[in-house]
Nanobody, 124 residues
Framework: VQLQAFGGGLVQAGGSLRLSCAAS????????MGWSRQVPGKEREFVAV????????YYADSVKGRFTISRDNAKNTVSLQMSSLKPDDTAVYYC??????????????????WGQGTVVTVSS
């Protein structure tokens, strides 16, 4: 599967950004989709996941209540609406597809095809 994330940028603390990810190469509606983020020199961190049909979502505690993941299976896209951004949210954000169909997982190892990330910078 090919994934392309976009929508990152520079925003002030308290602001909002919407990330999107376009997918191709798999039956998109059969796979969970997730977002992760990584700060240079640190491990990649799970951010959010959405089930294949969008009925179930799960968020890392650090973003719960501020971020919303959604998907449009007709357009093969997944999005991450980020609000009340904090400087600690600064990272490269990646979208990914689950390795197997029909699973719902919050484990990064269960995802692949991370694709190119998009940089989010939150200034204080």
């Amino acid at each position: 599967v090919q994934l392309q994330a976009f929508g990152g940028g520079l925003v002030q603390a308290g602001g909002s950004l919407r990330l999107s990810c376009a997918a191709s190469g798999r039956i998109f509606s059969s796979y969970s989709m997730g977002w992760s983020r990584q700060v240079p020199g640190k491990e990649r961190e799970f951010v959010a996941v959405i089930s294949n049909r969008g009925a179930t979502t799960y968020y890392a505690d650090s973003v719960k209540g501020r971020f919303t993941i959604s998907r449009d299976n007709a357009k093969n896209t997944v999005s991450l609406q980020m609000s009340s951004l904090k400087p600690d949210d600064t990272a490269v954000y990646y979208c990914a597809c689950s390795k197997k169909m029909w699973i719902f997982t919050t484990t990064l190892a269960d995802f692949d095809s991370w694709g190119q990330g998009t940089v989010v910078t939150v200034s204080s």
